[in-house]
């Protein structure tokens, strides 16, 4: 074969058939990113029928995935940092791995409660909205196994007539009323004069509950103010921590915490129109986000447990400002880390018990 000749197909198929060969009888000496590039390459012009099988199993993802007994999913970078500090990281500190650009970092977590130790996944999509938290889920379940728990933790809106600046709220329920139809409605002169056009909104309401024991949290868990305000202290005491931004001086406000329904929208709340929504629930709404419900739909399809913990930084109208979310942030980061230390115990089996 002369050097630098183009090749025919088969003899194209033929050696790529002899890679592929050499690269399963090599494969336990290269490690994982190493080993998938090469394997991409090698079948890019294959058949599918041509290396099904061929892969090893000890190389074909599933003993890669890895072992999480709870997950902590943030959106944005002051999240995911608040996260962090209340678990005792540095929130500077090199991730675990990546994966598709998304970082995880591990913490082992003892039990006060339980004589067992349980492993913490912190992550962040950086991408808000219910779609992006959905395909994120799908994903998250290709890399880890026999998680028990996934805790969505962040910042919210409030219901003013419900929740102060700092509070923080667990969901009972996730409320979707984004689907539905914009309609028009018409008021009219008697004499057939038009009077006004208008767009009237009618939604098609979802609301998405908590399986299995989850349910229990909200009944049994027992905050202990005290310990969670001083940790609170600590962190701003500690002042600015990455993305964690706090005044000079600033004191923890006395936050509390209150199991509610939580609403997931599409867009940012600035129209203070969260108490007005409320009426239509029972007056049972308590704060306005935009992840909860494709976090919840991901959780449910992917038989996952799941929770969303979020601290009230505004109350969604035309005051809302960035100024409280460093601090909200760190009242649900801390309280969740509250829960798994001193009530969650991670167990076999479809059920969580709390």
């Not at 962040?124 to 994903?139: D, V």
């Not at 809106?157 to 914009?182: F, P, Q, W």
């Given at each position: ?22 690269l ?31 892969i ?16 902590v ?8 940092d ?133 349910k ?48 997931a ?32 739909q ?39 880390v509250q ?16």
């Amino acid at each position: 074969m002369r050097s630098g000749a183009p090749l025919w197909p088969q003899q194209q198929k033929y050696l790529r058939q002899l890679l592929i060969d050499d690269l399963v009888g090599q494969s336990e000496e290269l490690d994982e990113g190493a080993f998938r590039e090469v394997w991409r390459r090698a079948i890019v012009l294959l058949p599918p029928e041509a290396v099904r099988g061929r892969i090893p199993p000890e190389m074909s993802g599933q003993s890669k995935r890895r072992a999480a007994d709870v997950v902590v999913v943030t959106v944005l970078p002051v999240e995911r940092d608040a996260v962090l500090v209340a678990l005792g990281e540095d929130p500077n500190r090199r991730e675990d791995f990546e994966h598709q650009g998304i970082r995880y970092y591990c913490t082992e977590v003892k039990s006060e409660r339980y004589d067992l130790r349980f492993k913490i996944w912190t992550t962040m999509i950086g991408e808000p909205r219910n779609t992006p938290m959905a395909l994120f889920i799908k994903q998250y379940v290709e890399q880890f196994l026999d998680t028990k728990v996934v805790i969505l933790v962040g910042i919210a809106g409030g219901n003013r007539n419900k929740v102060e600046l700092g509070d923080v709220v667990a969901s009972c329920e996730i409320l979707d009323d984004e689907g539905g139809a914009d309609e028009r409605s018409w008021t009219v002169f008697s004499w057939g004069k038009l009077l006004v056009q208008a767009r009237v909104r009618q939604p098609r309401v979802k609301f998405f509950e908590h399986r299995g024991s989850l349910k229990n949290l909200l009944n049994g868990f027992v905050v202990n103010v005290e310990e969670w305000h001083a940790q609170l202290e600590q962190i701003i005491a500690r002042g600015n921590q990455s993305a964690l931004k706090f005044k000079s001086g600033e004191a923890a406000v006395r936050s509390e915490y209150k199991p509610g329904l939580i609403q997931a929208g599409e867009r940012v709340k600035k129209d203070g129109s969260l108490p007005r929504t409320a009426e239509h629930y029972h007056d049972k709404l308590y704060a306005v986000e935009m992840e909860g419900s494709g976090f919840a739909q991901g959780c449910l399809a992917c038989k996952l447990d799941w929770l969303v913990v979020r601290g009230v930084s505004d109350h969604g109208d035309w005051r809302k400002r960035d100024k409280m979310q460093s601090y909200a942030a760190c009242a649900a980061a801390t309280l969740t880390v509250q829960f798994l230390r001193k009530w969650y115990r991670p167990q076999s089996g479809d059920e969580v018990e709390f």
